[in-house]
């Protein structure tokens, strides 16, 4: 055999190797059929159902009313009547300073006032005289009523820092902090907060406060009580915001519907606030509708061939979206691929070792392929 022919030969073998090599490695990754499967689509039908947009949100349950009450008048502390934990009335007495001193200058208010009287009002010296002693008595009787400490709302007392034999001095008159308009937390002689009347304060973000507005329903879970939902109605949005890390965040009070015993002002919370809703209407899920330019649209299945169709949306949900028109009952819309670590599907990218398109038929995002 000549050089040439044997040259030749070993030509050919090299290039059977190579086209065998070739073909092994296509049917490792391809499969062995010899061709590529061809993946199905990931569908969901289009279905009558409830769609709802939230506002989620983080709070603290507060108490609707929490006030401060500490004596107007200066004295020693006498009397104590109420102790933490005891449930008062507004009006109620709940301490006591000695009245002796303010008592005698009620009387002597009242000597003046009878003197002045006695000299009789017949001219503008005497008549000013009457009424600086009738000023004075009133003062004088202000005084003596301070030294008494009513509750200045109803509530639970949460704090009482005073005792008997304390001397006290006037200035602090009762004070009222509100959860609505404020998160400070009161301090006094005494302390009344009312338990009762919860309310939650959350802060949303400046996206989202617009969306809100009075009398919007909303479910509240408390972090120790995760199994309660409390159900909750919007009754304040503040008009101006709070700047932090320069995050702009607007607060909102809820009131509490039928909060479970052993709630508690402080408690940390998550809430939904229902923003918009729609019942019994056509919707597809969210993953399948595309919006650009103010104009949405979504890709349906007809004849097994993707086509795109311009919708028009309502409420849009974080699971499912409302659609006013543009599609009927039953219209399989294409939901987009999804990635998996098991190397059975693939979207376009080299994964695994694999080459792309030749996983299983796609399939997840919570949904089984009818979109219900």
């Known amino acids: 055999m000549t050089r040439r022919r044997r040259s030749l030969v070993i030509n050919g073998l090299l290039?059977?190797?190579?086209?065998?090599?070739?073909?092994a490695g296509y049917l490792v990754f391809f499969?062995?059929?010899g061709s590529a499967q061809p993946t199905a689509a990931r569908t969901a039908a289009a279905a009558n159902r409830d769609v709802s947009e939230v506002v989620t949100a983080s709070g603290t349950v507060q108490s609707s009313f929490s006030a401060a009450a500490s004596f107007g008048?200066?004295?020693?502390?006498?009397e104590i009547n109420v102790k933490v934990g005891d449930v008062v009335t507004k009006g109620q007495q709940l301490a006591k300073l000695d009245p002796a001193q303010a008592q005698l200058q009620v009387d002597i208010a009242q000597g003046n006032l009878n003197a002045a009287l006695d000299k009789g009002t017949g001219t503008t010296a005497l008549l000013t005289a009457y009424r600086q002693a009738q000023l004075?008595?009133?003062?004088?009787?202000?005084?003596?009523?301070?030294t008494t400490l009513t509750a200045p709302g109803d509530g639970t007392i949460t704090s009482v820092i005073g005792a008997?034999?304390?001397k006290v001095s006037s200035g602090n008159s009762?004070?009222?902090?509100?959860s609505t308009t404020s998160t400070?937390?009161?301090?006094?002689?005494v302390v009344v907060t009312d338990l009762k009347n919860l309310v939650l304060h959350a802060n949303v973000s400046e996206s989202d406060v617009s969306k809100l507005k009075g009398d919007q329903a909303a479910t509240v879970t408390v972090n120790a009580m995760?199994?309660?939902p409390i159900q909750a109605k919007v009754t304040q949005v503040d008009l101006t915001p709070t700047t932090a890390n320069n995050v702009v965040q607007y607060g909102v009070t809820l009131t509490l519907t039928e909060p479970p015993a052993g709630l508690r002002p402080g408690q940390s919370a998550s809430v939904e606030i229902t923003v918009a809703g729609a019942t019994n209407v056509l919707a597809v899920p969210a993953a399948a509708v595309q919006t650009a330019g103010g104009a949405s649209s979504v890709a349906v299945l007809e004849n097994g061939a993707e086509t795109r169709r311009t919708v028009e949306i309502g409420v849009r949900g974080d699971q499912y979206v409302e659609i006013r028109s543009g599609l009927t009952a039953g219209e399989e819309v294409v939901l987009p691929p999804v990635t998996t670590s098991t190397g059975q599907n693939r979207t376009g990218q080299q994964q695994g070792g694999q080459f792309p398109g030749t996983g299983g038929q796609r399939n997840g995002g919570g949904f089984t392929g009818t979109g219900r």
């Open 136 to 146: 004075a008595l009133q003062q004088a009787k202000d005084a003596l009523a301070a």
């Open 31 to 33: 499969g062995s059929s």
């Open 174 to 178: 009762s004070s009222t902090s509100s």
């Open 184 to 189: 400070t937390t009161a301090s006094g002689f």
């Open 73 to 78: 008048a200066s004295g020693t502390v006498t």
């Open 164 to 166: 008997v034999g304390q």
């Open 226 to 228: 995760q199994s309660q």
């Open 15 to 23: 290039v059977v190797v190579l086209l065998g090599a070739g073909v």
